[in-house]
Every structure is written in C-alpha cells, then in structure tokens.
C-alpha cells in the first residue's frame, strides 16, 4: 500500500498552550479515517495542520512524500487547491452565485483543466450527488443536504487526492447525514482518500479506520476495514465501535 500522508512528531500549541503533541501517523492512498475524541481534544486542529489550512510548531506533513509543512503560502496554496478538497459543518458557498457556479469556481482557478473539463467534472459531480435539478438555483434557495452535496463537488471538482471533512454531517439531520455519507463512502471507494473529524459514532463506523485523540495526543486506534454498503454486519461495525468508544471513556 502506498502512503499518501506521513505525519511525524507533529506539535502544536497556541502561544503557551499545547494542543498537540507526539503525533505520529501514515494514511495509506484510497483509506478513509475518522477522526473521533471529545470536545477541545485537538481535532479540528490536527485536521488543520495536517491540510495546510494551518501549520505545525514543529514535526512533519508528508504529502507523497514531499514536506508540504515547509512549503510557504503560495506553494501551500497550490496544493491545497490542487490536491486536497475540504468540507466543513457548514457550507461556505458563495452567496449570489449559483449552486453550479460555486462548483466550478475552484476548477478555474486552478487553471488545470480546461473550461471544457471543469463544465463536465460538474456535471458528473452533481449528477453523481443528486443536484442537477438545482444546479442554476441561488444557495439560498436549496435545502441544508443540497447545500452539503454542492460542498461536495466543490470540494472534488478538481479531482483532488485527498477529502478532508470537518464535522461535515454535524449541522445534518439523521436521514440526510446518511445520504452525505453514502455519497462519501462512493467518493472513497471511487479512489479518493478520505479523512473526517466526526463525533457521530455512525459516521465514524463507515471509515476503514478510526483514531481517538485525547488532550492532543493520538490514545488508541480502531480497524474497521472497508465498509460495504450491502453489509449485514453494519451493525456489529457499529457495536464493535461502540465498545471501543466506550473503552476510551468516549
Ligand atoms: N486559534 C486558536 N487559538 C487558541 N487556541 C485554540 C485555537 N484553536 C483551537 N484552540 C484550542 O485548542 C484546543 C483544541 O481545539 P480544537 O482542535 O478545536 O478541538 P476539537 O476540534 O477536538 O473540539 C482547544 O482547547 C481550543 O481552545
Ligand atoms: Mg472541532
């Protein structure tokens, strides 16, 4: 398996609190990890460090190889657009655009593929999330799941190597999370690696690995293996997550 991202003694702190420390961990390309630990635990903040959203004290981001933790800004940037696609809790389209212009934004400015490219990429990502019917409609006018789908393709329309999530289904009812999710799981299975923070035990069970972290220090991790839509076990994955949340103190 080849390593997509390589995390090494990975430290951050906020002026004089430390909020990660000793992190160390490789992601394999096509995984899906979940990142679960209780509030304040440093989640959001290793997501952010290891996606160049933010940077580490100290210690190593390995993208393919490469040290993206010491790249600067405009470099960071690019691979950031390039690269990675990120999904928050709450979608961060652009007002007074369309949901289909919000998608193909990032796609021009890339400046990677062609018009041509980024128009089809579109449509097949919004044909794949369910969305075409309100592809010209203005983000204000279209519900919170279509609002998340359209994060979405956004966030793959320049087919990046990695998906990062932070709380993506957090603002979500339990019907429409699990829609998100299916779409998620065919993102993943389609190739692309995935990485969410989630607190929602449901969630975390359809990755194929999960890490607890705790007051920022990684505590323990679950293997799941591939989650399979059909699955009749889907309920023992749930349980055997379950005991092991519990096993956390979670
Ligand atoms: N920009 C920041 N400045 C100062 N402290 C921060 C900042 N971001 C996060 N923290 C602190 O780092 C700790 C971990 O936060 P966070 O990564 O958001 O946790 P989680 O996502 O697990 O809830 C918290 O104590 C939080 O207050
Ligand atoms: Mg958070």
Sequence with gaps: ????????????????????SDINFKVYEGEFIAIMGQSGSGKSTLLYSISGMDRPNSGNVLLYG????????????EVRLKQMGFIFQHS????????????????????????????????????????????????????????????ICR??????????????????????TKEVMDIINNVNREGTTVIIVTHDAKVAARADRVIFLMDGNIHDELNLGKYDRGEKKKSSREERLSEWLEKQGF
Excluded: C, W
């Excluded at 990975?10 to 990660?20: G, H, I, P, R």
């Excluded at 966030?155 to 429409?176: C, R």
């Design 1 to 20: 398996m080849k390593t997509i991202l390589d995390v090494r003694n990975l430290y951050k702190s906020f002026k004089d609190t430390k909020v990660l």
């Design 66 to 77: 490469q040290d993206i933790s010491s790249l600067d800004d405009e470099k960071m940037s």
């Design 92 to 151: 961060y389209l652009l007002k007074n655009l369309s949901i289909r212009d919000n998608i193909v934004l990032p796609g021009f400015k890339s400046g990677t593929l062609s018009r041509e490219q980024v128009n089809q990429n579109a449509d097949a990502l919004m044909v794949k999330t369910g969305i075409v019917s309100v592809a010209d409609h203005d983000i204000k006018n279209v519900s919170g799941g279509q609002l998340q789908r359209a994060s």
């Design 155 to 176: 966030a793959l329309i320049n087919q990046p190597d990695i998906l990062f999530g932070d709380e993506p289904t957090g603002s979500l009812n339990s019907s429409t």
